[in-house]
């Protein structure tokens, strides 16, 4: 027991790490604005004027002039396209530009470029696009610059040096930043060039400056830097955004090879360009493709300042479960200072037909510290979206407006400007806007591939080594978020637990069983044994216990998800862990109990049938007459006289219990002329699986070697022949080390010498040879369910406990197996024989004479078959009453002894020699000697 308690304290150490090995993690304390969703596309004019349907499009917004400008974007076509369009967010109307006469150069067409504002006090106030996917599908490398002021196109002049034209990355250049500071630096990571994918870690700065009027439109210049992180994953089809000095994205997919949205992956990065940091968040939202990332620019609580918004995209329902977030309006929150992701569902239009836009891919955001809209744009923080392509294949050319009041709720929902009806359009207050936290992260329904490793578990932030040459350490797939369905941590503990007390129960069972080992102490044996049905049924109850809460605990992590989780009662069975769960638990936990316990009855059926019967069941053992009469004595009739027939020739044997010095029988001797007794009794062999301790001093254990049940016995007719042969007998077994007549101090106590021989290994019956295989492959595949939900749900560490507890544990029966403990053992015996000793068959054969075999006669158990006496005849009832006593030595009568009167002493030797090379007796020349038998019994 003392050896127990290491065990244990491992246990509860293991079951400790459950409640940190959640796949994933979810704020629904975050604290965010209040959020609504507002449809502005049938508010605006100027339709002639408007833009087509576009995905990919760029977009901007200048507060001097009031200004949003689209340029660029896919066609319903599939083609880039490279006309510009203006928004005049005062009057809501759409227009084209009017530069001047002589500035009517613009950029080629292009969709997928990187773009951002660009203000430098007086010098500068543009819109700068970057790069771009052109219409023979190559990336561009170019930079132009629009002025909102003459609304006009200039090209950047960009020093060489710069990275490959590509399209698709990620970047832009930071809003946060006052107006009043110097701002020129725009990033670009990762992107794609038509036939190579770069990786985010691909990380460049361009720096602008220069003036830019109609007056020196070619003014502006640019030069390129890289920034040296370590690889990071390719990407494409990614949202991207920066805050501050960071370069954020998220979503998109590692490949190129597929065109939808099965690529797409959920996790996220957080690329420091200042102090060479990348950290990546644990996955919460859907893997999704062309979604949207922008900062939250609410200045209302500090807290904000931290957080971006990932909006709209698509994802494959088929292999994501959002809990149809994102079909409600989904805003996830990252906070990129905790790594920590809130999913929140926002308010809606109240007049729009679709309250919430639906998902969307490639749509253009940009945003701004105030209303970009209305008549209260010191109450809010507006981001308008544009375009995008829906699931349906549709290009869209939508507006819509994501308003962030001013104010903060938490997981209430609620906000002290929230009374009040809710509102739709450009002048909406926010009264009736209550914000709804969902309370799970999005579940993948099946991997996704990924070329960044196995799925990290870690919820929380990675970051990595600080400098110039960062290196991150841990990189998620396709999502942490891989698993659609959950259990309690009760579970997961108890059948842990019970699967490791499985392991110390059957090596102690090995170790104390005497069906693998008869030498054990039984003080010993019976503490093991009682030790080990104890943690049998300890495991066997937290088994039972652990299968119960695995299926009332269980809950879709994926179900409706705002503020508690569905039923899980269709949900049982879904997945192959909960599967082989309950066919391993059936097998080993039902199945095999039931074949043990019908081993163990079909043994006691064999041992009772084995074991002596009693002719009539009310018999009492002491002082009882056992008889057995002769086949050919139950052919005659039960009243011959036995002076007239001999053949029926009565015998008897009782058993007192008394004491073993009493005598064993008593015969009537009456009529009887010759009697005599046997004084040198031969030994009998004992047989070492048999201890002497179990001997009963009133129920002596003797072998079937009885001179009445000796045939040739049966035919001498010269006493002096009887006893020179059972003297030439009791010579031969004389030379046997066993103890000699039973009773005897020898016989009681044992033969030491037998017992200290070392045991040979020796294979078990079949049935328990398959039982034992049976039972250790159900817990090998149990096991290896336990790792494979360890080491993808849990930390590695508890993953390495339980794979170590489990190496030792074989570790152990290997080194005892091959020490030849214990000695009936399907690996000992197997080890045994590969060390080159054979293994010696079963002791399973009797003697071959039928006569001492028969031992129905003794009524206590005997082994193999054999009587509980070294010579012990068969003891017979008296076919009649006549008083007349049985000869003590013969069965079959007195007929006999005439046959041998008229046979001469020659004759009589080569017959005892016949019969004595028969029965495989050794002649030993000896002094002839008269014996007396008094208890032939």
């Known amino acids: 027991m003392a050896r127990s308690f290491p065990v244990l304290h491992c246990l509860v150490l293991l079951a400790s790490l459950f409640p940190r090995a959640a796949p994933q993690t979810i704020s629904t304390s975050t604290p965010v604005p209040p959020l609504q969703w507002i449809n502005l596309s049938d508010r605006l004019q100027g339709s002639d004027n408007a833009p087509p349907p576009l995905m990919d499009a760029a977009i901007g917004y200048d507060e001097t002039t009031r200004t949003i400008i689209v340029f660029g974007g896919e066609s319903e076509n599939g083609f880039p396209q490279d006309t510009t369009y203006l928004l005049n967010l005062d009057s809501l109307t759409w227009s084209n530009p009017s530069p001047p006469s002589n500035l009517n150069d613009r950029p080629a067409a292009r969709s997928a470029a990187i773009a951002g504002y660009d203000a430098a006090s007086s010098y500068r106030s543009g819109f700068v696009v970057i790069g771009g996917k052109s219409r023979d599908g190559d990336g561009l490398s170019d930079v132009w610059e629009f002025d909102f002021n003459n609304e006009f196109w200039s090209e950047v002049t960009v020093s060489a040096g710069g990275p490959s034209g590509r399209w698709g990355a990620s970047g832009g250049i930071d809003i946060r930043t006052d107006p009043n500071i110097l701002n020129n630096t725009f990033y670009l990571a990762g992107g794609y060039d038509g036939t190579d994918l770069s990786r985010l870690s691909d990380v460049w700065t361009l720096d602008l400056s220069g003036v830019l009027s109609p007056n020196l439109p070619d003014q502006v210049a640019a030069s390129w830097d890289r920034v040296s992180f370590d690889n990071l994953p390719r990407k494409i089809g990614q949202a991207g955004t ?362 006691k059926l064999h041992n009772r049938s084995a074991s002596p019967t009693y002719q009539s069941e009310g018999r009492e053992l002491k002082g009882v007459e056992l008889t057995e009469t002769p086949p050919h004595a139950r052919a005659r009739s039960p009243t011959q006289s036995f002076a007239s027939s001999a053949e029926t020739r009565p015998r008897t044997m009782s058993l007192p219990l008394s004491t073993h010095n009493a005598p064993m029988s008593t015969e009537s001797t009456e009529g009887g002329k010759r009697s005599f007794e046997v004084l040198n009794r031969g030994h009998r062999p004992s047989r070492p699986s048999r201890p002497a301790t179990s ?44 103890p000699a007549t039973p009773n005897t101090t020898d016989a009681l106590m044992g033969n030491g010498r037998a017992a200290s021989l070392p045991s040979i290994p020796e294979l078990p019956p079949v049935r328990e040879i398959v039982l034992r295989v049976l039972f250790h492959a159900a817990l090998l595949a149990l096991c290896a369910l336990c790792l494979v939900a360890l080491y993808l749900r849990a930390p590695v560490w508890a993953f390495t406990i339980f794979l170590v507890w489990v190496v030792a544990f074989y570790a152990v029966m290997l080194v005892l197996a091959w020490r030849g403990t214990p000695p009936r053992s399907t690996l000992t015996a197997v080890l045994f024989r590969l060390r080159g000793r054979p293994i010696p068959p079963r002791d399973t054969s009797t003697i071959a004479s039928a006569p001492l075999g028969d031992n129905s006669s003794y009524p206590f158990p005997t082994a193999g078959g054999r009587g509980p006496y070294v010579h012990t005849p068969t003891a017979y009832r008296a076919g009649n009453d006549d008083g007349a006593s049985s000869h003590p030595l013969s069965a079959e009568g007195q007929g006999y002894e005439d046959e041998e009167d008229e046979e001469d002493e020659d004759v009589q030797q080569r017959r005892m020699e016949e019969e004595m090379d028969r029965r495989d007796v050794s002649i030993v020349t000896v002094p002839k000697r008269r014996l007396w038998v008094a208890n032939p019994s």
């Open 695 to 738: 001997m009963s001093l009133s129920s002596p254990h003797v072998l079937s070697r009885s001179l009445g049940e000796l045939d040739w016995l049966q035919r001498r007719r010269s006493l002096n022949a009887v006893g020179e042969l059972d003297y030439a007998i009791s010579q031969v077994l004389r030379q046997q080390t066993q």
């Open 242 to 603: 920066v805050l501050g000095q960071q370069i954020i994205a998220a979503g998109g997919c590692n490949t190129t090879s597929t065109d939808d949205d099965s690529c797409a992956l959920g996790d996220s990065y957080v690329i420091s360009t200042s102090d060479g940091q990348v950290i990546s968040p644990g996955a919460c939202p859907a893997g999704r493709r062309g979604a949207v990332l922008v900062p939250n620019m609410n200045s209302y609580s500090s807290s904000f300042s931290s957080q971006v918004f990932f909006l709209l995209g698509t994802f494959d329902s088929s292999l994501w479960d959002d809990g149809g977030g994102l079909d409600k309006g989904e805003v996830s929150v990252l906070d990129t200072n905790t790594g920590t992701w809130a999913r929140v569902i926002p308010s809606g239009d109240p007049d729009s037909n679709d309250s919430t836009p639906t998902p969307r891919e490639g749509a253009a955001a940009v945003t701004y510290r105030s209303g970009l809209v209305g008549s209260h744009r010191s109450q809010s923080v507006d981001t308008i979206m544009f375009g995008g392509r829906d699931n349906s294949g549709s290009y869209l050319n939508e507006v819509w407006l994501l308003r962030a009041y001013n104010g903060a709720v938490s997981s209430s929902g609620s906000w002290s400007g929230g009374s009040g009806d809710l509102e739709s359009g450009a002048d909406a207050s926010g009264a009736g806007v209550r914000v709804e936290y969902m309370t799970q992260c999005a579940s993948a329904l099946a991997p996704a591939s990924s070329e960044s490793g196995p799925s990290s578990t870690s919820a929380g932030p990675s970051a990595t080594t600080t400098g110039s040459s960062p290196t991150q350490t841990s990189t998620p797939s396709a999502s942490t978020a891989s698993y659609p369905y959950d259990t309690s941590t009760n579970h997961k503990v108890l059948s842990t637990v019970s699967v490791v007390l499985l392991f110390p129960a059957a090596l102690i069972y090995r170790l104390s069983s005497p069906s693998y080992t008869a030498f054990a102490r039984p003080a010993r044996r019976m503490f093991g044994l009682y030790s080990s049905v104890v943690l049998v049924l300890v495991a066997y109850a937290l088994g039972i216990a652990g299968l119960a809460l695995s299926f009332t605990s269980l809950a879709s992590t994926s179900s409706a998800t705002l503020s508690r989780r569905d039923s899980a009662s269709t949900a049982h069975l879904k997945t192959a862990h909960g599967r082989a769960g309950l066919v391993l638990f059936v097998l080993l936990y039902v199945v095999l109990p039931l074949l043990l316990l019908l081993r163990l009855g079909s043994r």
